[in-house]
């Protein structure tokens, strides 16, 4: 009998007995992320033929322009998610404030944190963008949801993925027992397992910064970068620049082939200070995915997952990757070479 894939369900089941977490709940939870995804992706990979491009004339909570691919997005996912019957709240990078089930609805004490699109700038030039999510647990079953329920460790996350859409569109994900990558097949509207228990190596080969932020960097973050650009690194040589500008895309590739992804505090803009990537939603989820493939991912100076969330929106600076990598970068970030 020819193996026809694992598809996302098999696979939690055959991972049923190692995880609290594979219950009829979390995959249900699970299931209806990939139907928005399947949904997102099918908007996506038309955008070019609809007018689904461009701007909606709105502006964020994060102070940007919101183009209507993020908007379909968000709302997509917003009204699956609310449907689910195993959520109480969620919370978006477009939304300003959390968003209850409201209570005509079924629910359940999942918390789910999303950025419906990550890498908006990319959508109208046809470039690689995703769909990041971030799972909690209400700290209280008994309690009403409130934002306590959110700001809380990245170590606290019970599972954390993305969708990328690219020349395929893929899903990885993490409930805690490694990384796993699945591809979809669109014949049969399945994601199915391409990448079991990835692991990223030790040390890569490419360095991903936007480098015009260079003059507003402190002195160490200079330094680090440097580092990667010199024949100082372990490979003797520098190594080589990749940067995509969608987190999901530079992540993905330097999870699979080694390398480091960062993105530093700046001066640029002293409304962000801390850097422009959002902690609950894009630095928390990729850190565990992260560390569950074997790498790493710090702020600069302590762990990712150490933190802990004062603000829904909370900007955080991220260098995440190989661990070799993000242990040299850190190091010489925090003045010590
Ligand atoms: P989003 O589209 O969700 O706002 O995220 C964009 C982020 C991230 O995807 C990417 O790594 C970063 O913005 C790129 O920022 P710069 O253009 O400043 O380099
Ligand atoms: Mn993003
Ligand atoms: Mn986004």
């Not at 001066?267 to 850190?287: F, I, N, Q, V, W």
Request: some cysteine.
């Amino acid at each position: 009998m020819e193996q026809l894939g694992i598809t996302v369900t098999e696979h939690i089941l055959i991972h049923q007995k190692e995880s609290p977490m594979a219950t009829g709940r979390f995959t249900r939870l699970l299931n209806e992320l990939i139907f928005s995804a399947k949904i997102i992706s099918r908007e996506v990979n038309k955008a070019g033929l609809v007018d689904i491009l461009g701007l909606t004339g709105e502006v964020n909570v994060q102070g940007e322009n919101v183009r209507k691919l993020d908007e379909f997005a968000n709302n997509a996912l917003i009204y699956r998610m609310k449907r689910a019957g195993v959520l109480c709240a969620m919370s978006s990078e477009e939304n300003a404030e959390i968003i209850r089930v409201p209570d005509n609805m079924p629910k359940g004490n999942y918390i789910l944190i999303f950025d419906p699109l990550d890498g908006s700038s990319n959508i109208d030039v046809n470039v690689n963008i995703g769909t990041i999510f971030s799972i909690h647990r209400m700290v209280d079953d008994g309690e009403d949801v409130s934002l306590q329920d959110f700001l809380r460790y990245g170590s606290e996350q019970v599972a954390a993925g993305y969708f990328l859409y690219g020349p395929s569109t893929m899903l990885v994900y993490t409930t805690g027992k490694g990384t796993h990558g699945f591809t979809l097949d669109p014949s049969v509207g399945e994601f199915l397992l391409s990448h079991p228990d990835i692991k990223t190596p030790e040390h890569g080969k490419c360095y991903s910064v936007n480098e015009s932020n260079c003059s507003y960097w402190d002195e160490n973050t200079r330094r680090a970068v440097e580092y990667f650009k010199s024949s100082e690194t372990h490979r003797g040589t520098p190594y080589s620049t990749r940067y995509i500008g969608s987190l999901v895309a530079d992540f993905h590739r330097n999870m699979l082939y080694g390398g480091i992804f960062m993105y530093p505090a700046d001066s640029k803009d002293p409304s962000k200070p801390r850097g422009k990537l959002r902690l609950l939603c894009e630095a928390a989820p990729m850190a565990f995915i992260q560390e569950q493939a074997g790498g790493a991912a710090t702020d600069g100076k302590q762990r990712i997952l150490d933190i802990k969330a004062s603000s829904l929106h909370e900007r955080i600076p991220l260098i995440i990757g190989s661990r070799g990598d993000v242990e040299k970068a850190t190091s010489i970030m925090q003045g010590k070479g």
